[in-house]
């Protein structure tokens, strides 16, 4: 007891610290949700494993590695603090080769992993201050500059990898989106991609495409498990799956055997990566509700407007950069005015005109 | 003209066809008046009045030059029916660089914080390629008056949209630690680039 | 040729006609102007840094002009420049002195005591309510830099910790001085070749608690030269500043080093400076 | 009595993790020694600076004026016992900027002096006269603005209040000082409310209070029948105690921004507040002590004390048995909008609510990392400000831009710096634009 009547003194110099309030935060930290999203896209790679096998393991550890090594470069080379720490190039990487063939070659590993992470980021800051998606901006110019080995897809070979299935690393045709779009108009064909047989097959994956396009199940699982650990809302996707349904239901009505059924379109293509892993993006989307709420229609809309009368098959990454570039507008009109705003308090929180210059 | 006509000449000037994004015309003003949503407003509602009037301009006049064939004669100097229309890029300059010079005078009688903000870019409109191409293109795909115009004016709606979007951007780049060598036109291009990557998603709209 | 012909012919047609045209707009719809303004705002420096009091160097040409501003008003143009103004508007040019901001601390790292570690903005104004940065003198240099970044000439560093300005680079906009929530920096003529360089007005006893290097109001310099400085409560401040030079620094013997060259307040933490300048 | 209110539910707002309650808020109230010195600071309310009337070697008496009101905002200041006057000295204020304070040596008899006349007759007391006591008293709000309350008892003719809103939510973690005060005296509370209530020539008195303090609640609704004051059990919702959230909450009005409880017909006070009144009122005693919690990890007995103003923070850490284990801040005032300090001299003054200390593994630094817009300040904000943009805005010095961007509104309650997880420091950004809008506009 004796130090109870001692005099209270400060800890040694330098070591008290000094800071404006509030004195408390939350656990959460950027790298904490980096993380929580590659966990949550853990699924979404076991499935590409599951379908396409090796191929698929070797896209995604290229993307990664080599995201994480443009921005290490870029690190050293702009002498700044690293920030490989915060996760989020290996995020980038990771979201970039699940929108990949698992065909794809090693250098255009590379040179998307260039486009995303120094094109696409760091030349506008790095990380928080891109005004496009990242891996949407690599997936675009990869598509753009090197059409054919991003369309160059492969049949999935379910459980192939663990023997249970045989190998055939086949060359397939294309994508279920791009076999629909070449039978555009043909009822009879498109029927086929409307029965349940088939939807089955696209929901579960067992479909071409790139690895994160054929596993809805997977994404799907991923995704709800990143809006119940509240790193996204759920008002961005929700609104992107509402529009393709409605969308694609009036567009039925409307002329029917043009396109497959809404369950369809959310099933197949990057509709269900994009609208959760993509479009949530925190940086490149809306900071309210109701801005999400604008973005998610957006892209709904662009994303059946290039799938029907397009000359892509597949329009998320398209719709997604476009959507991105009106977010700053987005966020200026759809921002509700400040608790307890009146017309009458303009007088106190702006200054009058030609008060202040 | 059915209406699905005008469908297609409104959505491809301002979407697929985007003067700026996709025919990368008019790239001057388009970096250098988007540093503020408000001046790129005001350039927008300028680039689409002298589109329009531009577009009707010259296609009433290339109109003319199509019908009219000239004789002139002058002592032993003789020449019969001549096609006139091979002018058309001359008359056409002329033509728009007169207009926006009129623009620009009521704009600093009317709207002089607008005419300051605008700068020089005003006078650039005068070889802005952008009106000239929209003239050039109604000329090559033999639209009628009316047409030309409509695609005028939907031209300019498209460098409004884009030379807008691009300014919000920009905005909100200014807020950001954009690195040094990367600030000032740089950025602006890799972005402009990047818009233009994402435009390309509307090919194939209008055939 | 013919066609050539055909073509001069057009053209000029429809140059004369739109030419006309214009002329009229011209007339109809002119907007006067001062010409006399674009000319003084070439000769304004244009770095807009507001020193003058007016919005940019812009705002200040047609405050010259329209309004009769003091045409030395600038205090980085140069004297010729001045004049050359002077003659656009046709008066008199005054003699201008030139001054240059002076920081009065030089309690960097190695001299001051350090109570408590800041962690917050980079500012100084923010760091001000926050008990000034865990520095224990509260008349001292924050160090975080608020006036290096508004100088728009780039001439203070921060170094070790403390602001120096360079007398060379500075051309005495004043900038700093209303950045500064201290009021450490003043603007004195650049002819002064040393300074007391501390700002604290507590007594002598408590200022060495917090810093090995300040003004302790032995008077000595005053007893060296005593017209020249002048103590005011606990701090001696030269009220000649112009008289100051290096010989009269060395006489006076300052036993806390506050009272120093300028030279020697450049010199301050050169070696720690130069190695966080590798750093960074 | 418990209200039937169903209290609505402000926007954002967030529920700390560790509420740190629990260090002190079952520790009995402590009445410690006397101390041989004070320091007092003078300045202690938001208004003009009372007048000091006693000079150096003056003897005093407990209680007894020693600085004069200067002004209808402005308040007297007392001893806080008896003794002799000291040295007019500089202490470090709040937020570190020297204040000036007088020091008053204990006599060790703590004698009270001539005290103001109790009115125990209250209810049939004149109005202007009761207003003139809460004056006298040198009573100011002491949930922490400090503004002169029979100013605040004073509503311009024109404005028709309704409602007295006792603040009893305190939201802020850790302190606990409100919720000892109920369990003890909310005989005491009510009172004071009731007074204040004949002041303002109401009779509805609604008792806002967060429904973590259970014993606190039963103990107001023990008594409550008597003063016919209703008791609104709130949620636990970080800032519910912020004046217009509270307003919201049980009355359903919205302050506009920039404008005052008594605009929608409120007045809200504070329970220390209301206890102080009372006391002054009923006992004739002026404002001379109050309740502080004394809390954190690093202390040996955390708790609540009745600490006379003027009291260094040093001398209240020893109270609460001294520092046990490494220290990594010291605040005046709750985790949320607290001031770090840097000094132990530091004192008491009408408006400390709480003397924490946390540990150095508590504080999480600030990192200023890159904001990532995930928009979860936009969501907590209880004023529904655009806080990521605000924030960057700010970064870059564009205070025009922040202005437009309403930072004029924010409260500072520092929830969005606290949910942010780049480590922004915000509500400094925020404070930093305030103060540099606030002097452009006094420039022109």
């Not at chain 2, 001057?28 to 301009?57: D, E, Y």
């Not at chain 2, 008359?91 to 009521?106: D, K, N, R």
């Not at chain 3, 656009?88 to 309690?107: D, P, Q």
């Not at chain 4, 008195?205 to 039963?218: C, D, W, Y």
Request: charged share 15%; aromatic share 6%.
């Amino acid at each position: 007891m004796k130090r109870e009547e001692g005099k209270v003194r400060l800890p040694p110099e330098g070591t008290l610290i000094l800071s404006s309030s509030p004195h408390i935060r939350t656990e959460d930290s950027t790298r904490k949700v980096m993380l929580l999203v590659i966990l949550t896209l853990i699924p979404a790679v076991l499935a590409s494993v599951w379908f396409f096998g090796l191929h698929a393991l070797r896209v995604v550890i290229y993307c990664m590695a080599f995201c994480a090594l443009f921005e290490y470069l870029w690190c050293v080379l702009a002498k700044t603090k690293s920030t490989l720490s915060n996760l989020s190039a290996l995020v980038t990487g990771l979201i970039l080769a699940l929108n990949v063939s698992p065909l794809t070659p090693w250098w255009l590993c590379l040179a998307g992993a260039f486009i995303a992470i120094v094109v696409a980021k760091q030349v506008f800051g790095g990380l928080g201050q891109n005004p496009f998606n990242p891996a949407a901006v690599a997936r675009v110019a990869m598509l753009v500059g090197a059409t054919g080995p991003m369309t160059t897809w492969m049949d999935p070979a379910p459980g192939a990898v663990f023997g249970l299935a045989d190998k055939v690393d086949a060359v397939a045709s294309a994508t279920p989106l791009a076999a629909a779009k070449a039978v555009a108009g043909n009822a009879a064909e498109i029927a086929y991609y409307n029965s349940w047989d088939f939807l089955w097959n696209a929901f579960l994956g067992n479909v071409g495409g790139s690895l994160g396009e054929t596993s809805a199940l997977a994404i799907l699982i991923g995704g709800i498990a990143l809006i119940a650990l509240r790193v996204i809302h759920c008002y961005i996707p929700l609104a992107i799956f509402v529009t393709i349904t409605v969308f694609v239901w009036i567009v039925n009505l409307a002329s029917p055997g043009l396109t497959p059924g809404p369950l369809f379109h959310l099933l197949t293509g990057g509709v269900m990566i994009g609208a959760f892993f993509m479009a949530t993006d925190m940086v490149t989307s809306p900071v309210t509700h109701l801005g999400g709420v604008v973005f998610g229609i957006g892209i709904g809309v662009i994303v059946c407007v290039i799938r029907i009368w397009g000359s892509f098959p597949e329009g998320m990454s398209f719709a997604i950069l476009i959507m991105n570039a009106l977010v700053p507008l987005i966020d200026k009109m759809c921002y509700k005015r400040p608790f307890g705003w009146h017309p009458s308090s303009i007088n106190i929180l702006q200054p009058r005109r030609g008060e202040i210059k | 003209m059915p209406s699905s006509e005008w469908l297609l000449i409104t959505v491809g000037a301002v979407l697929v066809n985007n003067i700026v994004l996709s025919r990368i015309l008019g790239i001057c003003p388009f970096l250098g008046v988007s540093k503020k949503i408000k001046t790129a407003l005001g350039m927008a509602g300028a680039v689409i009045f002298v589109m329009g009037i531009a577009s009707f301009a010259t296609s009433v006049l290339y109109h003319l030059m199509l019908s009219a064939k000239i004789s002139i004669r002058i002592g032993s100097f003789q020449i019969q029916d001549l096609d006139i229309a091979f002018t058309k890029i001359l008359i056409f300059i002329v033509v728009i660089a007169g207009l926006v010079q009129i623009v620009e005078i009521l704009l600093q009688k009317f709207s002089p914080a607008l005419y300051g903000a605008l700068g020089i870019y005003l006078p650039l409109i005068t070889t802005n390629c952008a009106v000239l191409g929209a003239a050039e293109l109604n000329a090559a795909s033999g639209r009628s008056i009316l047409a030309s115009t409509v695609y005028g004016i939907c031209s300019g709606v498209g460098f409004g949209l884009a030379l807008i979007l691009f300014a919000s951007i920009r905005e909100r780049l200014e807020l950001s630690r954009i690195p040094k060598m990367f600030q000032g036109t740089a950025i602006a291009l890799i972005t402009a680039g990047i818009l233009a990557l994402a435009f390309m998603g509307f090919s194939g709209l209008v055939k | 040729m013919e066609s050539v012909l055909v073509a001069v012919g057009v053209v000029a047609l429809v140059g004369l006609i739109l030419g006309v045209l214009i002329g009229f707009a011209a007339k109809k719809f002119a907007v006067a102007s001062d010409p006399r303004i674009e000319e003084v705002a070439e000769l304004l420096p244009g770095a807009n840094c507001g020193g003058c009091g007016y919005a940019g160097c812009g705002d200040l040409a047609k405050a010259i002009v329209t309004s009769g501003a003091d045409p030395a008003l600038c205090a980085v143009c140069s004297a010729e420049n001045v004049a050359k103004i002077c003659a656009v508007m046709g008066v008199e040019a005054g003699a201008k002195e030139r001054k240059v901001a002076v920081v009065y601390c030089s309690g960097d790292r190695s001299h001051a005591k350090m109570i408590a570690q800041y962690n917050g903005l980079n500012d100084c104004r923010a760091a001000a309510s926050l008990h000034g940065g865990g520095k224990g003198c509260r008349f001292g240099c924050i160090g975080l830099g608020s006036c290096a970044r508004s100088c728009p000439f780039g001439a203070i560093e921060i170094r070790n910790g403390l602001a120096i300005v360079h007398p060379e680079t500075c051309v005495g906009c004043g900038k700093c001085v209303d950045i500064c929530p201290r009021k450490l920096i003043r603007l004195v003529p650049a002819v002064s070749k040393g300074h007391v360089y501390c700002n604290s007005l507590l007594k002598g006893p408590q200022k060495k608690k917090y810093c090995s290097i300040p003004c302790i109001a032995c008077r000595k310099c005053v007893k060296a030269a005593p017209e020249v400085f002048n103590p005011q409560g606990f701090l001696v401040r030269a009220v000649k500043p112009e008289l100051v030079d290096a010989e009269l620094v060395k006489s006076a013997g300052c036993p806390t080093g506050a009272l120093q060259t300028v030279e020697d307040h450049l010199a301050l933490g050169q070696a720690a400076g130069k190695e966080k300048e590798g750093a960074a | 009595m418990i209200s039937s209110i169903h209290p609505k539910r402000f926007t954002g707002g967030i529920h700390p993790q560790n509420e740190g309650k629990e260090l002190s808020a079952n520790e009995p109230l402590r009445v410690p020694p006397l101390l041989e010195k004070y320091t007092l600071p003078i300045h202690q309310n938001i208004g003009a600076p009372p007048k000091l009337i006693v000079k150096k070697g003056d003897e005093v008496r407990k209680g007894q004026c020693i600085a004069e009101a200067d002004g209808f905002i402005s308040v007297p200041l007392h001893a806080p016992t008896s003794g002799k006057i000291g040295d007019a000295v500089e202490i470090p204020g709040a937020n570190g900027a020297a204040v000036p304070a007088i020091e008053i040596l204990s006599d060790g008899a703590d004698e009270w002096g001539v005290c103001l006349e109790p009115y125990p007759d209250w209810k049939n007391t004149d109005r202007d006269k009761l207003k003139k006591r809460i004056q006298e008293a040198g009573i100011v709000g002491m949930g922490g603005a400090a503004f002169p309350t029979h100013a605040k008892l004073s509503p311009p003719p024109e404005k028709i209040v309704d409602t007295l809103i006792v603040n009893a939510a305190e939201c802020e973690p850790y302190l606990t000082a409100d919720d000892r005060l109920l369990r003890d005296s909310a005989e005491k509370v009510l009172t004071g409310a009731a007074i204040a209530a004949k002041i303002l020539k109401i009779s509805r008195i609604l008792v806002g209070i967060e429904n973590n303090k259970p014993e606190a609640i039963e103990a107001l609704s023990a008594v409550s029948e008597k003063f016919s004051a209703e008791i609104v059990p709130l949620h636990v919702r970080y800032p519910q105690g912020g004046e217009k959230q509270l307003i919201y909450a049980l009355t359903g009005r919205k302050v506009v921004a920039g404008g005052l409880p008594m605009d929608v017909g409120c007045v809200v006070q504070n329970v220390g507040t209301l206890a102080a009144i009372c006391e002054a009122v009923t006992e004739g005693h002026p404002l001379i002590e109050r309740l502080v919690t004394v809390t954190g990890t690093p202390l040996v007995r955390p708790g609540n004390f009745v600490l006379r103003l003027g009291t260094p923070v040093g001398k209240a850490l020893e109270f609460a048995g001294g520092i046990k284990g490494p220290v990594g801040k010291l605040i005046l005032g709750g985790p949320m909008m607290g001031f770090a300090q840097s000094s132990l001299e530091v004192a008491v003054s009408k408006n400390t609510s709480g003397i924490l200390l946390l540990a150095p593994e508590e504080v999480r630094q600030f990192e200023a990392g890159p904001c990532l817009s995930c928009g979860r300040c936009v969501d907590a904000c209880p004023m529904r400000l655009l806080v990521s943009t605000l924030s960057k805005v700010c970064e870059n010095e564009r205070y025009d831009l922040a202005e437009e961007n309403y930072v004029m509104s924010c409260l500072e309650c520092g929830i969005c710096t606290y949910v942010c997880p780049a480590g922004r420091p915000n509500v400094q950004h925020f404070r930093r634009a305030k103060a540099e809008i606030n002097a452009r506009r006094r420039k022109k």
